[in-house]
């Protein structure tokens, strides 16, 4: 047999039909549905009568528009549009029969966090969501593609994707990562090195000493990020934490069946000797605390460097970088560490979850913030119940962050939280497009560490001093 | 699906890289339930000022391309979240092609499955496409599916590729759901092989 990749693995086990030109059926183990991308597939399926074909392996939660505030059940903080697309879920999940998560649930909360929570999300799976984020899910070694709406519709319909394979690239980290460099780090300076276009046609496999040390938490922050460099997935393979995060989530396999499962998933890797279109290596050690100056995920830099000038960047990215600094109200030559901050923002599904949380408290710890506002939206209510009981959420509270239930928040601002023009937010999401986080708001995009050494100092803050 | 055979039409020029599909539709308007109604608030934030007025010197505000059928823009167009309402915008405002040097991968998809046409073109042509663009409206750019050709109004032709499924569709106007239904047996029997082999699914 000859060698294979991961990406090249799951393919195979998923391959429903394949035509003579090369265009492919996928079958899908997991489809994920929230409440922005889904209203218009499910009117197509009854225009035209058809149905869900597989309810029991579509799962449903409301997260881009939901309130985060703690007054949420009362109707009134939500607009009239976002009540009706929550309550087009709610009805469409119940008419339907798919499995749900209501905001009123403990366990609701982003869909990418919520899935493999709950276990929903298990290695060697194909797994789609109408959300480019879904690359998350590639943490676990499952094969996890963003979608349109008309292709939710296809999957709704017909449990398959139709896909051309992509290319494999294989991206890896050596060596140890240095003292408050993390996942964020990593993943912020891959989309450094290789641009925002760089995995266009590629399903990128991360690995390395690195990334074999990182939790399953860092695991998916870095994966979470790999459609910010363009890449259609990314992947990493399941190993012993990744099979320990598993055991015993709700929708987890059992007994026998965990056995069988475990037997699959163990040859979940890539041979030795497979053939890679495009590989990249970055020295563990080499990668610093990062931030992003521009609008565009690939404007990273290490926080000890300066604002760059647009005449250091060549072709189409002179006029970009140029707009991209005024935009965000910056001079070149300024060091990184200089810049004021008005807002922090903790959460999204880049870093949402538990350890995000951790690392942010460590900072905070018997501090004050020296921001105008500063918010935590943990990923899911389960995460915030947990960072509860670690007390970490008194941590937050004492140093003046508002502590907010689960949803996607200001990540996109799609609910009421979100920046004024001209204001500067250190955040822990991952785009820093214009306008993502409220009209005419700037965006610096870090690590839950770095946002909180920006909480504390009221600049951007290489969190080496504070630690 | 509307059909895509051929088209000639004003091209309006974009040279930026990155346009984003937070750029295309901003994330106010992705509330609604529908497909259509969205043209416009197609690039609303470059489009229209706090007040909601027209900024003059936004292209599609320019009396010449107002009635624009196909945008001619920068490497890695639609590149950011999975929004359908993207192409819906796009496609609601009357564009109905795209020439760029390259695509973010969702977005490409997402074109196809409502008729509108993204031609990817090396740099140097799309950069004399953008020339002829910015003559403005007498300048007709033409383009023929069929052939897989793009002219400028001078009468130089391009060749572009195009993924042969996704142009068959495209030209005879298929609803690619109906296309796979029509393989259920294939998915029965992977689904039933798949019970047998990864019951925990
Ligand atoms: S947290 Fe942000 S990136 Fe993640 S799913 Fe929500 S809106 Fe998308």
Redesign the interface.
């Known amino acids: 047999m000859s060698p294979k990749t991961l990406y090249d693995k799951i393919w195979d086990a998923h391959l429903a039909h394949e035509a003579e030109d090369g265009t492919c059926l996928l079958y899908i183990d997991r489809h994920l549905v929230h409440e922005v991308t889904s209203p218009q597939a499910f009117e197509g399926l009854r225009m035209t009568g058809r149905t869900v074909r597989a309810p029991d392996k579509t799962i449903a939660v409301p997260d881009h528009n939901v309130p985060t505030t703690l007054d949420r059940a009362n109707a009134a903080t939500m607009t009239e549009d976002s009540r009706v697309q929550v309550e087009a879920l709610d009805k469409n999940a119940k008419d339907f029969g798919i499995h749900y998560y209501p905001v009123s649930d403990i366990r609701q909360g982003i869909v990418h966090i919520v899935g493999p929570e709950q276990g929903w999300t298990l290695p060697g799976m194909t797994v789609v969501c109408g959300d480019s984020h879904t690359a998350t899910h590639g943490a676990f070694g499952a094969l996890a593609h963003g979608i349109g709406t008309s292709e939710v519709e296809h999957v709704l319909a017909t449990q398959t994707l139709i896909q051309q394979k992509s290319k494999n690239m294989k991206v890896e980290i050596t060596g140890k990562l240095r003292p408050g460099v993390t996942a964020k780090d990593i993943t912020m300076s891959v989309i450094g090195v290789t641009g925002t276009a760089g995995g266009t046609g590629y399903v990128i496999e991360y690995c390395g000493e690195a990334i074999r040390d990182l939790s399953m938490e860092g695991r998916m922050t870095v994966c979470n990020m790999a459609i910010e460099g363009g890449a259609r997935a990314g992947l990493i393979a399941p190993d012993e934490k990744t099979f320990e995060y598993c055991k015993g989530r709700p929708h987890a396999p059992k007994g026998a069946q965990w056995e069988a499962a475990m037997e699959w998933w163990k040859t979940l890797y890539s041979d030795d000797d497979a053939a890679w279109d495009k590989v990249i290596t970055i020295k563990g050690e080499d990668i610093a605390p990062v931030v992003t100056w521009g609008t565009s995920p690939e404007d990273v830099l290490p926080i000890t460097a300066n604002v760059p000038a647009a005449s250091d960047f060549e072709g189409g990215k002179v006029g970009a970088a140029e707009r991209a600094l005024e935009y965000m109200g910056l001079t070149s030559g300024t060091p990184l560490a200089d810049i004021e901050i008005d807002t922090v923002f903790i959460g999204s599904c880049t870093n949402g979850r538990i350890e995000d949380l951790r690392a942010a408290a460590d900072i905070l710890k018997g501090k004050k913030i020296a921001v105008k506002r500063a918010m935590v939206v943990p990923g899911s209510g389960l995460v915030r119940a947990q960072a509860e009981e670690e007390g970490l959420a008194d941590i937050f509270k004492e140093a003046g962050f508002e502590w907010r239930l689960a949803g996607c928040s200001m990540c996109l601002a799609m609910n009421p939280d979100q920046l004024q023009p001209g204001e500067r937010c250190a955040a822990t999401s991952n785009r820093n497009f214009e306008g993502r986080q409220g009209r005419g708001g700037r965006t610096h995009l870090m690590s839950p560490a770095m946002a909180a050494a920006a909480a504390v100092t009221g600049k951007l803050t290489d969190v080496r001093e504070l630690m | 699906m509307d059909k895509f055979d051929t088209l000639t039409g004003i091209a309006a020029p974009m040279?930026?890289?990155?346009i984003?599909t937070?750029?295309i539709i901003?994330?106010?308007f992705?509330?609604?339930?529908?497909?259509s109604g969205l043209g416009v608030n197609l690039f609303d934030?470059m489009r229209y000022d706090?007040d909601g007025n027209e900024i003059p010197d936004f292209v599609l505000n320019k009396t010449q391309y107002r009635d624009a059928e196909i945008l001619v823009a920068?490497?890695?167009f639609g590149?950011?979240?999975?929004?359908?309402h993207a192409?819906w915008a796009i496609k609601d405002f009357g564009i109905r092609c795209v020439i760029a040097p390259?695509?973010?991968?969702?977005f490409y998809?997402?074109c196809f499955?409502?008729g509108i046409l993204p031609i990817a073109l090396p740099q140097e042509q799309v950069d004399v496409i953008m020339k002829d663009a910015e003559k403005g409206a007498n300048a007709r750019v033409s383009i023929d599916l069929d052939a897989q050709t793009v002219t400028t109004s001078d009468g130089e032709v391009f060749s572009f590729e195009v993924?042969?499924?996704k142009k068959h569709c495209l030209m005879n106007g298929l609803d690619?759901?109906g296309l796979?239904?029509e393989?259920?047996a294939?998915?029965d029997s992977?689904?039933a092989a798949?019970a047998q082999s990864?019951?925990?699914?």
Request: glycine share 4%; with cysteine; charged share 35%.
């Open positions: 040279p930026l890289i990155n984003d937070d750029m901003p994330k106010q992705l509330k609604t339930i529908k497909r934030e706090d920068g490497d890695n590149c950011g979240s999975s929004r359908e192409p390259s695509y973010a991968d969702i998809n997402n499955k409502n993924d042969a499924f690619d759901i796979t239904m393989k259920a294939s998915i992977f689904e798949a990864r019951p925990w699914v």
